[in-house]
């Protein structure tokens, strides 16, 4: 619909710098420029890298975008920014450009949560979030669980990780089996030649009652495991190992999803983040949603890793919602709780 | 001619707007925490006390560096997008080079700012518009001297830079006045990217450490 607002947005919370472009619901462009590959021989990402390599995208990737989307700079009607939670400089220099092209074009900021634009983003794909859902957001930074009444005003805690995100966990496992960062790809991909039941792992929090997770005994428990192979001289079965470290991921996060499901009362369960990309992950949650009758959405691998479209989604909801803009002296807030859709 | 200058690479947040003759505007604040904060908000208060609006600007000014990065990309970052949404060119200017045209000495002299973890980014100057040595950033007492010194670093470091003078921090007044000057002679200016003297701190991690007794 031409009468709704062009909004782009600009993501930078850890090494992706993102550009995105909707009007409403729909999704016009999604540039993106990674530093990845600059990180991968430090085993993970180094702050200052990724600060450094988004003030080099963030012009030619916003350029990118508006090509891409067939608008120019004047046709935009809000600009939106992550504000944080992420890494501190890395989200300043996003911050910066968003208040500066603002200023340029004497549009309104939005500075908006992550995990709120990480919701925000099935609406490009899936069309408008029932009121409420329940939201599993699972990435190498996050592992939250979340009630959403409205994804523009109202999003609320259920539980996260006490200890290491699940994707760190991904990540800290392929580096025991000798695996590329980053590794959830490199697991998910060696796990579909083992079998999820060939070793069982400790599922930590599994009945706790919470919707808190734990995955730092489970990655110790793996290592441990592995070592033992080690001395006593015998191969380590990476694609066994693999496929039983991830089902006891998947185990645990998808029978925490259905239960907050189930505690609320709410019929939609949506999965995003890098690690929602997994494809145990992704069959799993199916089978036990379809049992438990409820409606299972998440948006396809690109718009569940970090991108600017999911930005520009928020921003859109929020436009239309009526939230009132950001302050050109918003801080980028590392630890942004989620409670804050905006600042 | 209408220019937007600002420095964001010492712990002054400076901007001012000078139409080529003279500074219309300034405002700087002394807050080495909080550049994000500061810039944009104080970027609309100096053009709206110049009486101009952003669509009347033809150009904007950067100091580059050398500063703490994460203040110093605060304004690169800003002036690139300032750059693009208003169709404008961006240049840069070394920071230390503002202080040292705002000294107006006509001798040789040092200028040396907080370089953070002991150490100064400074630069040698035979007056002030000729640098010819640096920028570097090294331990103050590497690299002391009895010339006058601008800056910070001869505040923090009297006993490697006795002779303090001139300003403590670059303004944008002095950053705007200088690119105007160098317009005009048709000397070279530098594009708006930083100059940040080190590697970014990383080390190759070595093998997983044993978990097992």
Same mark, same amino acid.
């Given at each position: 619909?031409?009468?709704?607002?062009?909004?782009?947005?600009?993501?930078?919370?850890?090494?992706?710098?993102?550009?995105?472009?909707?009007?409403?619901?729909?999704?016009?462009?999604?540039?993106?420029?990674?530093?990845?590959?600059?990180?991968?021989?430090?085993?993970?990402?180094?702050?200052?890298?990724?600060?450094?390599?988004?003030?080099?995208?963030?012009?030619?990737?916003?350029?990118?975008?508006?090509?891409?989307?067939?608008?120019?700079?004047?046709?935009?009607?809000?600009?939106?920014?992550?504000?944080?939670?992420?890494?501190?400089?890395?989200?300043?220099?996003?911050?910066?450009?968003?208040?500066?092209?603002?200023?340029?074009?004497?549009?309104?900021?939005?500075?908006?949560?992550?995990?709120?634009?990480?919701?925000?983003?099935?609406?490009?794909?899936?069309?408008?979030?029932?009121?409420?859902?329940?939201?599993?957001?699972?990435?190498?930074?996050?592992?939250?669980?979340?009630?959403?009444?409205?994804?523009?005003?109202?999003?609320?805690?259920?539980?996260?990780?006490?200890?290491?995100?699940?994707?760190?966990?991904?990540?800290?496992?392929?580096?025991?089996?000798?695996?590329?960062?980053?590794?959830?790809?490199?697991?998910?991909?060696?796990?579909?030649?083992?079998?999820?039941?060939?070793?069982?792992?400790?599922?930590?929090?599994?009945?706790?009652?919470?919707?808190?997770?734990?995955?730092?005994?489970?990655?110790?428990?793996?290592?441990?495991?592995?070592?033992?192979?080690?001395?006593?001289?015998?191969?380590?079965?990476?694609?066994?190992?693999?496929?039983?470290?991830?089902?006891?991921?998947?185990?645990?996060?998808?029978?925490?999803?259905?239960?907050?499901?189930?505690?609320?009362?709410?019929?939609?369960?949506?999965?995003?983040?890098?690690?929602?990309?997994?494809?145990?992950?992704?069959?799993?949650?199916?089978?036990?949603?379809?049992?438990?009758?409820?409606?299972?959405?998440?948006?396809?691998?690109?718009?569940?890793?970090?991108?600017?479209?999911?930005?520009?989604?928020?921003?859109?909801?929020?436009?239309?919602?009526?939230?009132?803009?950001?302050?050109?002296?918003?801080?980028?807030?590392?630890?942004?709780?989620?409670?804050?859709?905006?600042? | 001619? +209408?220019?937007?200058? $600002?420095?964001? %690479? /010492?712990? #002054?947040?400076?901007?001012? =707007?000078?139409?080529?003759?003279?500074?219309? !505007?300034?405002?700087?604040?002394?807050?080495?925490?909080?550049?994000?904060?500061?810039?944009?908000?104080?970027?609309?208060?100096?053009?709206?006390?110049?009486?101009?609006?952003?669509?009347?600007?033809?150009?904007?000014?950067?100091?580059?560096?050398?500063?703490?990065?994460?203040?110093?990309?605060?304004?690169?970052?800003?002036?690139?997008?300032?750059?693009?949404?208003?169709?404008?060119?961006?240049?840069?200017?070394?920071?230390?080079?503002?202080?040292?045209?705002?000294?107006? +000495?006509?001798?040789? $002299?040092?200028? %040396? /700012?907080? #370089?953070?973890?002991?150490? =100064?980014?400074?630069?040698?100057?035979?007056? !002030?518009?000729?640098?010819?040595?640096?920028?570097?950033?090294?331990?103050?007492?590497?690299?002391?001297?009895?010339?006058?010194?601008?800056?910070?670093?001869?505040?923090?470091?009297?006993?490697?830079?006795?002779?303090?003078?001139?300003?403590?921090?670059?303004?944008?007044?002095?950053?705007?006045?200088?690119?105007?000057?160098?317009?005009?002679?048709?000397?070279?200016?530098?594009?708006?990217?930083?100059?940040?003297?080190?590697?970014?701190?990383?080390?190759?991690?070595?093998?997983?450490?044993?978990?097992?007794?």
């Amino acid at each position: 619909m031409r009468d709704e607002p062009l909004v782009l947005g600009i993501e930078t919370s850890c090494d992706e710098t993102g550009v995105g472009i909707v009007r409403g619901h729909t999704l016009l462009a999604d540039a993106i420029a990674s530093s990845m590959e600059e990180h991968a021989r430090f085993g993970g990402v180094v702050p200052e890298v990724a600060s450094r390599a988004h003030l080099e995208a963030m012009t030619p990737v916003v350029e990118r975008a508006l090509a891409e989307a067939g608008v120019k700079f004047a046709d935009v009607d809000a600009i939106a920014v992550t504000a944080g939670p992420g890494l501190a400089g890395a989200l300043l220099v996003g911050v910066a450009a968003a208040k500066a092209y603002s200023l340029g074009l004497g549009k309104p900021l939005y500075g908006v949560n992550h995990l709120a634009a990480h919701v925000a983003v099935d609406q490009l794909e899936h069309g408008a979030l029932p009121k409420p859902c329940v939201a599993m957001l699972v990435s190498g930074g996050h592992s939250s669980l979340l009630l959403v009444p409205d994804v523009a005003t109202s999003v609320i805690s259920l539980g996260s990780t006490v200890d290491d995100a699940a994707g760190e966990a991904f990540d800290k496992v392929a580096r025991v089996l000798g695996l590329p960062f980053p590794g959830g790809p490199h697991i998910d991909r060696a796990a579909r030649e083992g079998s999820p039941e060939a070793i069982f792992f400790p599922r930590g929090k599994y009945d706790d009652g919470t919707f808190d997770f734990s995955f730092s005994g489970l990655k110790t428990a793996v290592a441990r495991w592995v070592e033992a192979r080690e001395r006593s001289g015998e191969p380590v079965p990476v694609a066994d190992v693999a496929a039983s470290f991830q089902e006891s991921v998947v185990d645990v996060l998808t029978r925490k999803a259905i239960a907050a499901c189930r505690e609320h009362g709410v019929k939609d369960l949506l999965i995003g983040g890098g690690v929602a990309a997994n494809s145990r992950l992704r069959a799993l949650a199916q089978e036990r949603c379809d049992a438990a009758g409820i409606r299972l959405r998440v948006p396809r691998p690109k718009l569940c890793t970090d991108n600017g479209a999911m930005v520009a989604a928020l921003g859109s909801e929020l436009v239309a919602a009526g939230v009132a803009p950001s302050h050109l002296d918003i801080p980028a807030d590392s630890s942004l709780p989620i409670t804050a859709v905006t600042l | 001619m +209408l220019v937007l200058a $600002f420095d964001t %690479a /010492t712990p #002054a947040v400076t901007v001012a =707007v000078h139409d080529g003759d003279r500074v219309l !505007a300034d405002a700087t604040t002394i807050d080495a925490r909080r550049h994000g904060e500061l810039l944009v908000p104080a970027i609309g208060h100096v053009l709206s006390e110049a009486g101009a609006d952003r669509s009347d600007l033809t150009a904007i000014a950067v100091g580059t560096g050398p500063g703490p990065y994460t203040g110093l990309r605060v304004g690169l970052m800003t002036a690139q997008a300032l750059s693009t949404a208003l169709g404008v060119p961006a240049y840069g200017v070394c920071t230390l080079d503002v202080l040292a045209h705002e000294t107006g +000495l006509e001798t040789q $002299f040092t200028v %040396a /700012t907080d #370089a953070r973890r002991k150490e =100064v980014f400074w630069a040698r100057y035979g007056d !002030a518009r000729t640098r010819f040595l640096g920028p570097s950033v090294d331990k103050p007492a590497d690299v002391a001297t009895d010339e006058p010194v601008a800056g910070a670093g001869a505040v923090l470091y009297p006993e490697a830079f006795p002779n303090a003078t001139g300003p403590e921090h670059p303004s944008a007044g002095a950053l705007a006045a200088l690119v105007v000057e160098r317009l005009r002679a048709g000397g070279e200016l530098d594009a708006p990217w930083p100059i940040y003297l080190r590697r970014p701190d990383a080390k190759v991690p070595a093998a997983p450490k044993k978990v097992s007794q």
